[in-house]
Each structure stands twice: as structure tokens, then as C-alpha cells.
């Protein structure tokens, strides 16, 4: 079964740090390109950074860029989310997502989704 | 950015009945949008592809259709499963940019 799960979020202090992890099984990990999207809760869907199969190359959205830095281990199947400098309006459920053989293409295969909550 | 715009944001119709979402895209994206359906607590599902395109496994009453700029989703035949939000998106160009979803209830 494709599966993607993440893991690592939780309760965290404005300003601090917080990596989360997704373990992806069922599909040659290697083979595909991975995004992160969050979402607020009751709110929509909003993209935040992707990453080509091999790693080489990541894309971030403005309002993450500079603090979060995305990157994966093929050898694990597990991708991340390296997240610093948290403020509180990074708070939200985090979904990894399975893309396509490039970057841009459709997102087939989402995890349950992790919450990050950045509150004092 | 490209941005999408997604109309109605809810609707409640009657089992059996057609709905049709539409989502402008502010500049053209060829057919590279797809269509996500997402139950509360869950996490969103690809339904549709490259515009028209069905997921494997996901019930023929969904359909999508456009290119360009203006796009369109439907369900053929309301079924009570089928209540959820529904996001559209483009992957024409980075950053990935999302509707603002529609929210399908039961009349």
C-alpha cells in the first residue's frame, strides 16, 4: 500500500525549532518529487516548499523562505522539514505529498498530516 | 503568483442532483490544474488531473474539464459520500497556489 506518514509535530515557543519527518512506503521514494502544504485549521490549502527526486533542488514559498529548509534521505524513504524561527502564524497541519517525476505535476498520494501549534 | 479563484465557496444540494464547481486561474496554466476532495479531519485526495484526467480509483460521477484559464468540476450525481470540501490547484508554475475551496452539503 502507498503510504505517506508524518511525524514530529507539537507544541512549540515563538521563535524556536521544530523538524518534522515523513516516511514514505509502498512507491520507489527516490523516484519522485515531494511538497509540503499546511493548513490552517478551517481554513485552505496553501502551499509551502517542494524538492526534486534526487534532492538537488528546492523550491520555498516567501513566507517560509529563509527559516524552513526542506531535504530527504533516499536511503530512508523519509523526507523533512526543518522549521526555525517559528512564529504563530505557522500554526497548522503540515501534509507531505508524493508529486510526480518533477516538481510540477499533480499531488497523488498525502499524508494524515501533522499539527504545528507555535504558541507561548 | 497565479491565483485561483473557486466559486461558489458552499452549495448544499439534493442527493442525486449535478454540481459544478468552477476556478478561474488568473493566468493561463494550459491544463495543469488538478482537483482534491478533503472530509473534515482528513487529508485532501486527488480526484482529478491534468484538468480532465480521473484518478485511478475514483468514481466515474467525477469529472472535470477546461483549459487555459477556466476550469470546471463536477459530480454527476450527488451521492451522501461525496459531502467535503473541494480544492482546485495549479502546477503550471511554483509557487503551487490552491482555490479557496467549496464546501458541498446536503440540501
Known amino acids: 500500500e502507498v503510504q505517506l506518514l508524518e511525524s514530529g509535530g507539537g507544541l512549540v515557543q515563538p521563535g524556536g525549532s521544530l523538524r518534522l519527518s515523513c516516511t514514505a512506503s509502498g512507491f520507489t521514494f527516490s523516484n519522485y518529487a515531494m511538497t509540503w502544504v499546511r493548513q490552517v485549521p478551517g481554513k485552505g490549502l496553501e502551499w509551502v516548499s517542494s524538492i526534486t527526486s534526487s534532492g538537488a533542488s528546492t523550491d520555498y514559498a516567501d513566507s517560509v523562505k529563509g527559516r524552513f529548509a526542506m531535504s530527504r534521505d533516499n536511503s530512508k524513504n523519509t523526507l523533512y522539514q526543518e522549521m526555525n524561527n517559528l512564529r504563530a502564524e505557522d500554526t497548522a497541519v503540515y501534509y507531505c505529498a508524493k508529486v510526480g517525476a518533477t516538481i510540477l505535476d499533480a499531488l497523488d498520494i498525502w499524508g494524515q498530516g501533522t499539527m504545528v501549534t507555535v504558541s507561548s | ?107
Open chain 2, 1 to 107: 503568483d497565479i491565483q485561483m479563484t473557486q466559486s461558489p465557496s458552499s452549495l448544499s444540494a439534493s442527493v442525486g442532483d449535478r454540481v459544478t464547481i468552477t476556478c478561474q486561474a488568473s493566468h493561463d496554466i494550459s491544463k495543469y490544474l488538478s482537483w482534491y476532495q478533503q472530509k473534515p479531519g482528513k487529508a485532501p485526495k486527488l480526484l482529478i488531473y491534468d484538468a480532465s484526467n480521473l484518478q485511478t480509483g475514483v468514481p466515474s460521477r467525477f469529472g472535470g474539464s477546461g483549459s487555459g484559464t477556466d476550469f470546471t468540476f463536477s459530480i454527476s450525481s450527488l451521492q451522501p459520500e461525496d459531502i467535503a470540501t473541494y480544492y482546485c490547484q495549479q502546477y503550471d508554475n511554483l509557487p503551487l497556489t490552491f482555490g479557496g475551496g467549496t464546501k458541498v452539503e446536503i440540501k
